[in-house]
């Protein structure tokens, strides 16, 4: 089993910036490959960006690449989405997610969520 705790949502102005932090515990999170979506309300849960387990790896979805940038502690156990220029439509709880193995943007194939935290981006 592996414990996901989100923390570092909030309520920022367009343009702004918030950073995010997954702290994980349980089994060894360096064996994980982590990743980050967010669900607005109304809508589907969607990708958002993934990081490999060594943090060599990188994947993102178009709508936030170039803005938002993931990294990884595996000393730490913490995984962290940096989040720059926020736009309105980036509002949505946050959620951090765990899988062994490699890349995948499907929500259905990550094993471990945490409970999400949430972000608002005022206009």
């Known amino acids: 089993q592996v414990q996901l705790v989100e923390s570092g949502g909030g309520l920022v102005q367009a343009g702004g910036s918030l950073r995010l932090s997954c702290a994980a515990s349980g089994r060894t999170f360096s064996n994980y490959l982590m990743g980050w979506f967010r669900q607005a309300p109304g809508k589907e849960r969607e990708f958002v960006t993934a990081?490999?387990?060594?943090?060599?790896?990188?994947w993102y979805a178009n709508s936030v690449n170039g803005r938002f940038t993931i990294s990884r502690d595996n000393a730490k156990n913490t995984v962290y989405l940096q989040m720059n220029s926020l736009k309105p439509e980036d509002t949505a709880v946050y959620y951090c997610?765990?899988?062994?193995?490699?890349?995948?943007?499907?929500?259905?194939?990550?094993?471990?969520w945490g409970q999400g935290t949430q972000v608002t981006v005022s206009s």
């Open positions: 990081i490999a387990w060594s943090g060599s790896g990188t």
């Open positions: 997610a765990a899988k062994r193995g490699g890349y995948t943007w499907n929500s259905a194939l990550y094993d471990y």
